[in-house]
């Protein structure tokens, strides 16, 4: 079985679809990986580094035989799908909602999206939105820490005390519970909220201070409901006294599908003390910030609002390393005897092929 | 007592030598504080907070009549000088090295150095450097980890482990055990040497690892004695070794009066692996690392070195905090019934002020 990975370093982009320990993990189960030269050199994987764990460096990949199994990490383009033999695959983040269409142009493949696999303990050692999610959550608190003027910890000294900073939470998911941990770490006094009730037991366990806002029920699929106006004008109150007291607000709230829900408004943002700072985290899916950018800082009445759209990627040693092992458990679901198996009707697999069938997913 | 703080903010400089709670202990004291348009803003502290605080808001210093005292962060220039009345003093991080003449030049005032403070249970209240150097230690650390690929904690996951990061310190003075304490804190497992055996205690206080190298005595002063050649050399091989493997290394060891000693070559630094990062806190004052440049970042076979010379003022808000603080206790020492005196038998005054007789400080 022959498995590429292509180089795809860019600004945004600096994480590759494998590591030095999967390449190894690979080649033991019998299969060639050949990579693209100075694919991990982003993530510090030099070509030496993955050549020592057995790889092929390859100028291109196109200079190769026809690949069984393409690992990306962002979707590829049309070119990329040419490099995969009848009946294989690509495999990694491919955004099947805005890409469906175009890799099932491409019917001599299959396309197996990392979005798209069942939320089941089955494949959660796949789950490479949590493990990406986990990433981006650590770096979220480290960017903002580093770019507030004040500390995160209390600080005692000779001269008298300075206090914790302030750090708010909204959205409590994979994510939002990373960066409660990394700023807890770090010192600061860490409240969080999130509309579903039972993540108030997992904030506080992590030692952050639930926000008293009403909360909601959720759907049968594990999402929240849309809430009721009353509902929200004071969640929409309680939540801007507290943005408008922290020092350092995150924000992470984000339903699949639809547009991220829009949780401060720019008055709230006025609200905050200049030298203040707010990571939006959904700023790539509409925002739950009213005025952040997307891949930008904008500066609103001193406070400076975050859009990062690549925040995985600024630790992207440990953010590749992490799906590298997703995808090595994906590619060992699809081998039988070391040969390529898409089996449509696999419970983990088949909910991630992308269909004509589910062009909504 | 009128009392004048100026806007210094630059690229590298965003403190500035006051703070709101500190101007309203010195009107309570009875002084007037007068305060340039804008010198607050890059910590975070606005004309309007300053002036809420009683700060009297003045679009130029020249404006105002003569101070009887100008706080600085920094160096002034003579023509800042000539706001001081008769009899006045400035008082600030002066840099008497580099600047007594200038300073002693202007006879109709004082210049009292926050360098130049005993190192007194006395005057620790006002030790800046002390304040200064935790802020930088703490800088530091988010630097280095916001630089990396990798995070510092251990992570978890479905997948598999990933290990925390290896942080290396040399030179454990108040920046080297705020640096130690912060990599702790975010969970990286903390490496730390000195050459002075007193050290050892402090780093495992932290929950830092002691480097098992030679150590040595210290002179009447304090400071280290030169070492052998033989002891240096062993040194240099167990630091290089434990360099190798670090993913952050993080240097602060400085000698007054002198330049700083060079405790990693190229060759230490080209034997890390590509993605790791080095601080270099002693670039400005000749580098504890062979290649810093300060002010700014240099890759080194794939390592990130960088050579920060504004470490305190990435966390304007909380160094200036603790500069006023350290400025207020001493302006309280050189005040008597609401009038300036300055006393040079003072034990604490008296050290700090830049007279002829001590050139060399």
Same mark, same amino acid.
């Given at each position: 079985?022959?498995?590429?990975?292509?180089?795809?370093?860019?600004?945004?982009?600096?994480?590759?679809?494998?590591?030095p320990?999967?390449?190894?993990?690979?080649?033991?189960?019998g299969?060639?990986?050949s990579?693209?030269?100075?694919?991990?050199?982003?993530?510090?994987?030099?070509?030496?580094?993955?050549?020592?764990?057995?790889?092929?460096?390859?100028?291109?990949?196109?200079?190769?035989?026809?690949?069984?199994?393409?690992l990306?990490v962002?979707?590829?383009?049309?070119?990329?799908?040419?490099?995969?033999?009848?009946?294989?695959?690509?495999? +990694?983040?491919? *955004?099947? =909602?805005?890409?469906a &269409?175009?890799?099932?142009? #491409?019917?001599? @493949?299959?396309?197996?999206?990392?979005?798209?696999?069942?939320?089941?303990?089955l494949?959660?050692?796949?789950?490479?939105?949590?493990?990406?999610?986990?990433?981006?959550?650590?770096?979220?608190?480290?960017?903002?820490?580093?770019?507030?003027?004040k500390?995160?910890?209390?600080?005692?000294t000779?001269?008298?005390?300075?206090?914790p900073?302030?750090?708010?939470?909204l959205?409590?998911?994979?994510a939002?519970?990373?960066?409660?941990?990394t700023?807890?770490?770090?010192?600061?006094?860490?409240?969080?909220?999130?509309?579903?009730?039972?993540?108030?037991?997992?904030?506080?366990s992590l030692?952050?201070?639930?926000?008293?806002?009403?909360?909601?029920?959720?759907?049968? +699929?594990?999402? *929240?409901? =849309?809430?009721?106006? &009353?509902?929200?004008?004071? #969640?929409?109150? @309680?939540?801007s006294?507290?943005?408008?007291?922290?020092?350092?607000?995150?924000?992470?709230?984000?339903?699949?599908?639809?547009?991220?829900?829009?949780?401060?408004?720019?008055?709230?943002v006025?609200?905050?003390?200049?030298?203040?700072?707010?990571?939006?985290?959904?700023?790539?899916?509409g925002?739950?910030?009213e005025g952040?950018?997307?891949?930008?800082?904008?500066?609103?009445g001193?406070v400076?609002?975050?859009?990062?759209?690549?925040?995985?990627?600024t630790v992207?040693a440990d953010?590749?390393?992490?799906?590298?092992?997703?995808?090595l458990?994906?590619?060992?679901?699809?081998?039988?005897?070391g040969?390529?198996?898409?089996?449509?009707d696999?419970?983990?697999? +088949?909910?991630?092929l992308?269909?004509?069938e589910?062009?909504?997913?």
């Amino acid at each position: 079985m022959h498995i590429g990975v292509p180089n795809e370093t860019t600004r945004a982009e600096r994480r590759v679809a494998t590591s030095p320990q999967v390449i190894a993990a690979l080649i033991a189960e019998g299969a060639d990986v050949s990579v693209e030269s100075g694919a991990g050199t982003a993530a510090g994987f030099t070509d030496e580094v993955l050549a020592g764990a057995g790889a092929e460096i390859v100028a291109s990949l196109t200079d190769t035989t026809p690949l069984d199994i393409l690992l990306r990490v962002t979707p590829p383009d049309d070119d990329a799908l040419k490099l995969i033999r009848d009946g294989g695959a690509v495999i +990694g983040l491919l *955004a099947p =909602a805005a890409n469906a &269409e175009r890799y099932l142009a #491409q019917s001599h @493949i299959a396309a197996v999206a990392l979005e798209s696999l069942p939320r089941s303990t089955l494949a959660q050692s796949m789950d490479a939105l949590s493990s990406q999610a986990t990433a981006a959550g650590y770096a979220a608190v480290l960017l903002g820490a580093s770019s507030m003027p004040k500390f995160m910890p209390m600080m005692v000294t000779a001269a008298g005390t300075v206090p914790p900073a302030q750090v708010l939470v909204l959205g409590v998911g994979v994510a939002g519970l990373m960066a409660i941990a990394t700023a807890k770490r770090l010192g600061a006094v860490v409240y969080a909220y999130d509309i579903r009730p039972e993540t108030k037991e997992q904030v506080e366990s992590l030692g952050g201070r639930f926000v008293d806002a009403p909360t909601q029920e959720m759907d049968e +699929g594990g999402y *929240a409901r =849309a809430v009721d106006d &009353e509902t929200a004008a004071k #969640q929409r109150e @309680i939540l801007s006294d507290i943005v408008a007291s922290s020092d350092l607000v995150i924000t992470t709230a984000q339903v699949p599908g639809r547009a991220a829900p829009r949780l401060i408004d720019r008055a709230d943002v006025e609200r905050m003390e200049p030298g203040t700072v707010i990571v939006d985290m959904a700023a790539a899916s509409g925002g739950n910030v009213e005025g952040s950018v997307p891949g930008e800082v904008v500066e609103i009445g001193g406070v400076k609002v975050f859009g990062p759209d690549d925040l995985a990627s600024t630790v992207a040693a440990d953010s590749s390393r992490m799906l590298a092992r997703n995808l090595l458990e994906l590619v060992k679901r699809m081998t039988v005897d070391g040969e390529l198996l898409i089996d449509p009707d696999d419970p983990v697999v +088949g909910p991630a092929l992308v269909k004509r069938e589910t062009p909504d997913e």
